[in-house]
């Protein structure tokens, strides 16, 4: 059985940062790709980046890009999402999700969900 646990969300200001944790179990991680999602409040869920366990390729959305950026330990099965220069509109709950095969930012394709964790970015 696969789980995922988020942790790290939280309340900050316009401009801070925060780091998102994935923490992964029930499985070997080595083929599978590791996703992160957000949904703001109104909204449909969306990507926002993704790394694969073997080998660390990454993608991002455009929206994140060059803010966020994506990270694994394999030796504690955990992903992190370091997110710099918050913005307002970066607030929503964040989930990690992830599946066996390529990168993809469809949402559909990723078999496993965490519970998700709050994200707040205050102006």
């Known amino acids: 059985q696969v789980q995922l646990v988020e942790s790290g969300g939280g309340l900050v200001q316009a401009g801070g940062s925060l780091r998102l944790s994935c923490a992964a179990s029930g499985r070997t991680f080595s083929s599978y790709v590791m996703g992160w999602f957000r949904q703001a409040p109104g909204k449909e869920r969306e990507f926002v980046a993704a790394i694969r366990w073997s080998g660390g390729n990454t993608l991002y959305a455009d929206s994140v890009k060059g803010r966020f950026t994506i990270s694994r330990d394999n030796a504690k099965n955990t992903v992190y999402l370091q997110m710099n220069g918050l913005k307002p509109e970066d607030t929503a709950v964040y989930y990690c999700?992830?599946?066996?095969?390529?990168?993809?930012?469809?949402?559909?394709?990723?078999?496993?969900w965490g519970q998700g964790t709050q994200v707040t970015v205050s102006s």
């Open positions: 999700a992830t599946r066996e095969g390529p990168l993809t930012t469809t949402e559909r394709r990723y078999a496993y």
